[in-house]
């Protein structure tokens, strides 16, 4: 309905023209909502308040005219009557029988309800998660994969062409002290005594890959603690100690000792054992990859080599100290960043510059980066260097996301990723269930604080919003279930043919909130806020269940029932094809 206003908006607008009260190069944005107010009509516009300075007359007077020209068309389409409201806004009350129209739509196009082109095939890589493989994912990573996973569905929804990434950062100093974590638990699994480094990875899964290490190569992998700690700088906590060079240390010598044929072994197997890991928890958690992006590729390839090339080219690299400095702060960064350190080893802002010109090599339109809230100082530098390669930076969006605090019973959960104090990923699935984590992850703005709710999560009530919506698609299995039962199947074909019979302002509303399903998705897509879907689906549900608890569906007059059993199953479609937005189920039983 709202888009055959616009069009009939659209030949007044010409009209208005043609008759010299609005300039012919005049460029018009027309606007239509719904009201607020059914007293008011179903929906308005203000284009008369938008127009007022163009023809040089108050929004009153120009608003009289533009009822006057509607009412002149021959073809006023679904409209019943226009009012005038207030300064000028122009209200339209539709004709009954089209706001159903939206039900017979909803069920001939079905999945494909709510598709639209506002992405006009352009191609968005849409880059999420990409944890450090240090560990298994924890619920902070959560939130980031539902959001991304999200975002992605709705993209697509939307007509963009969608391709998917996690970025593994499989090279740097991070997975060289995992490596060297996971060996020095193996030694201690041979029987040698040594105090783990306070700036290790502590968590049980670095017992669990080290007891593979063992299992595979028996103790050929043993060197004597003595040996591996001599020369090495004190810890924290110990006199001149350093934690971080203690740590940098070990790793030189675990390099050193084992050789580089040895440590590749270990460094592989802690690798490839995590990201097993992460790819078995986002799989659960209904997130896939089209694309699992190596940042040791971009090393081995020469790519980042090719980067740095290109700014040193373009005389935005400098020597300083020994280390290479990228010019950061003719970009507006706060101070410049090392690309290169003193021991010849490249940043991982080296790494990010280099894929970020390879995501554009590919071809990409719109290259979207879901990272958590903490990075947001990092986004400047990075379209910094995007520019200075003469590529756009303005491809690049970058979506924050704050990291969910875990509640349980009133108490706040400690998380703690490097002393292995966390709750998995994969922990809170199999406590609440990925329905309930995937939806309670997006229903807030991605930027907003969040409370996550465990015993609210897991509670079959109306203030759960996961159950409440599921309950209303399931709701809708039941009845129709019950109607089969009673021979009263539903006859679609006679149910379409009898939605006049439908009168109650309660049906009126639904049909009215199925047909706000297409705008709500382009609205979200571009604004890229998933949250709108969760909302609209709440009130959705809440139509849903208001209607069933007001009248009954399976009446004796067969046009009634029919219609009503239609109705409601144009709800269930539009739940259904939310929740899959949202990567969440629509359960028929519950």
Known sequence: ????????????????????????????????????????????????????????????????????????????????????????????????????????????????????????????????????????LHVGHGRGAAYGASVANLLEVAGFDVSREYYVND??????????????????????????????????????????????????????????????????????????????????????????????????????TILGDIKEDLEGFNVTFENWFSERSLMESGVVDAALEKLQQAGKIYEKGGALWFRSTEYGDEKDRVVVRDNGLKTYFASDIAYHFNKLERGFDILIDVWGSDHHGYIPRVKAAMQAMDTNPEALQVLLVQFAVLYRGGEKLAMSTRSGQFVTLRELREEVGSDAARF?????????????????????????????????????????????????????????????????????????????????????????EPHQIAYYLKDLAHGLHSYYNACQFIVDESEVRNARLTLISAVQQVLKNGLAILGVSAPEKM
């Open 1 to 136: 309905m709202k888009q055959q206003i616009v069009q009939i908006l659209t030949q007044v607008v010409q009209q208005l023209k043609n008759e010299g009260v609005l300039p012919e190069e005049a460029s018009v944005r027309i606007n239509v909502e719904n009201t607020r107010d059914k007293a008011h009509g179903d929906l308005a516009t203000n284009l008369a308040m938008m127009l007022t300075k163009l023809a040089g007359q108050p929004p009153r007077t120009l608003a009289e005219k533009i009822v006057s020209v509607i009412e002149s068309l021959a073809d006023r389409g679904a409209i019943e009557k226009v009012e005038i409201a207030g300064p000028g806004f122009i209200n339209f009350f539709m004709k009954d029988d089209a706001k159903f129209a939206v039900v017979e739509q909803v069920l001939t196009q079905q999945a494909d309800f709510g598709r639209c082109n506002a992405g006009q095939g352009r191609s968005v890589l849409v880059e999420f998660v990409s944890a450090n493989p240090t560990g298994p």
């Open 171 to 272: 090279a740097g100093r991070q997975m060289d002290i995992l490596a060297t974590s996971v060996w020095l638990r193996y030694l201690q699994l041979c029987g040698e005594e040594l105090t783990f480094p306070s700036n290790g990875y502590k968590g049980d899964y670095i017992f669990e890959i080290s007891e593979e290490l063992r299992r595979e190569h028996g103790e050929t992998l043993r060197k004597p603690a003595f040996e591996v700690f001599t020369g090495v700088c004190a810890d924290e906590g110990q006199t001149d100690g350093d934690k971080e060079k203690h740590i940098d240390d070990l790793i030189a010598k675990a390099k050193n000792l084992l050789g580089a044929h040895h440590y590749e072994t270990v460094f592989s197997l802690a690798l490839n």
């Open 440 to 528: 309670f992850y997006v229903q807030r703005k991605s930027e907003q604080h969040m409370d996550f709710d465990l015993d609210l999560a897991k509670s079959q009530s109306n203030e759960n919003p996961v159950y409440y919506i599921q309950y209303a698609h399931a709701r809708i299995s039941r009845v129709l279930e019950q109607a089969a039962e009673k021979g009263l199947a539903l006859d679609l074909e006679k149910g379409m043919a009898s939605l006049e019979k439908l009168e109650l302002e309660a049906e009126t509303g639904l049909a009215v909130q199925l047909a706000k399903y297409p705008e709500t998705i382009a609205r979200a897509a571009v604004a890229y």
